[in-house]
C-alpha cells in the first residue's frame, strides 16, 4: 500500500494519517477530507447509550489523535446521547476541530425517524444543541430532512436567521435534490450536502456532480457499504489484494479519489475500525484500479 503509516501490533497507526486525505475548504474552516460520523456511539437502532461508553470516548480520542478535524453528529443520535459523548471526549475542544451536527428529525423509538422542520422546532434543537455540545457558536449546522409539511422556505428562512444572530456559522443540508440545494441556496448560504452514497447507491450521482461543480462539500453517509462488491473475486476483493488493504480502506480511498469535494465521514465505535479507517487517507489507488471500481460502482 503507497504511503503506508507505521503500525505496531498494540499502537496501531502513527502519525497523523487523516492528513494524506488533503483539505477543503468548509465554509470559514479548513478541514481534512477524511472525517468521522459519531451516529454509531449510541445503542441498537441509533437509540440509547452505547454498550461501551468508555470506549466510545477512546474512539472519538483515537480519531483527534490520527488527525480527524470534521465529526459530525446530529440531536436524533440517541438521540442527544452522541452530542453528550462527543462532548464529554472532546470538550474544551481542539481549536482546528469543527463538530457539526444537525436537526429536524425526531426519534419515537429505536430505528424510527420522523421529520419534524418547524422554525420553531428547528430553533429549540439548535439551542439545545449549543448546550450539549458546550459551545457559543455550531460551526456547521444541517437541516437533517426537509418537512414536506412545513413550507421549505420557512425551514430555510429559519436557518438564516441562525446565521445572522451569531448561533451558527455555516449551514448544511441532508438527503436533498439538486432542486432543493438550490432553492435554499436562495435564501440561505449552504456549504455542504449530506446524502446517501457508496459504491454500492450511485442515486445521488447527479447531486456529487452538482456539488463539485459548485463547490459544495459532499458529506457521504453510509460510505463504506460494498456488498456484494467485495464478495471473492469481486472487484473490491480484487483490489484490496493487489494493494493490500481492506475493503473499507479501498472504499473510503475511492470515495476521496472520486471528488476533491467528497468528505466521508465514516463511523464506528470501535478504536481498531477507527484506525483502519483513517489509514484508508493514505491509500492510493492506480488508473486501473479506480476504473474497475468506477465500472463495478456505475453498475450497482
Excluded at 472532546?90 to 420522523?114: M, N
Excluded at 470501535?270 to 460502482?297: G, I, K, Y
Aim: proline share 7%; aromatic share 4%; charged share 20%.
Amino acid at each position: 500500500m503507497p504511503d503506508q503509516i507505521a503500525t505496531g501490533p498494540a499502537t496501531g497507526p502513527t502519525g497523523r494519517p487523516v492528513r494524506s486525505s488533503g483539505t477543503f475548504q468548509l465554509g470559514e474552516r479548513t478541514v481534512h477530507r477524511l472525517g468521522y460520523g459519531a451516529m454509531q456511539i449510541t445503542g441498537p437502532g441509533i437509540w440509547g447509550e452505547p454498550a461501551d461508553r468508555a470506549e466510545c470516548i477512546r474512539v472519538l480520542r483515537r480519531a483527534v489523535e490520527l488527525g480527524v478535524d470534521l465529526i459530525d453528529t446530529a440531536d436524533s443520535y440517541g438521540p442527544e446521547v452522541s452530542e453528550d459523548i462527543i462532548r464529554e471526549a472532546l470538550h474544551p475542544y481542539p481549536d482546528d476541530l469543527v463538530v457539526a451536527t444537525k436537526a429536524g428529525l425526531v426519534r419515537t423509538g429505536p430505528g424510527q425517524w420522523f421529520p419534524v422542520g418547524r422554525p420553531e422546532y428547528l430553533r429549540q434543537q439548535c439551542e439545545m444543541s449549543l448546550r450539549r455540545l458546550g459551545v457559543e457558536r455550531i460551526e456547521l449546522f444541517q437541516l437533517h430532512r426537509i418537512d414536506a409539511q412545513v413550507p421549505a422556505a420557512e425551514q430555510f428562512g429559519l436557518l438564516a436567521d441562525l446565521v445572522t444572530e451569531g448561533k451558527v456559522a455555516q449551514i448544511g443540508l441532508s438527503q436533498v435534490s439538486i432542486a432543493e440545494i438550490e432553492a435554499a441556496r436562495a435564501v440561505v448560504p449552504i456549504v455542504s450536502v449530506q446524502n446517501l452514497y457508496n459504491l454500492t447507491n450511485n442515486s445521488s450521482e447527479d447531486v456529487l456532480d452538482h456539488c463539485t461543480a459548485q463547490g459544495l462539500a459532499f458529506i457521504p453517509w453510509f460510505p463504506i457499504a460494498s456488498g456484494v462488491l467485495t464478495n471473492p473475486g469481486g472487484p473490491v476483493d480484487a483490489v484490496a489484494k493487489e494493494t493490500g488493504a481492506t475493503p473499507s480502506q479501498v472504499a473510503l480511498a475511492w470515495l476521496l479519489h472520486r471528488s476533491p469535494v467528497m468528505l466521508p465521514i465514516p463511523g464506528t465505535s470501535s478504536v481498531a475500525h477507527v484506525e483502519e479507517n483513517c489509514v484508508a487517507a493514505t491509500l492510493v489507488l492506480n488508473h486501473d484500479q479506480l476504473a474497475t471500481l468506477a465500472t463495478a460502482h456505475a453498475n450497482s
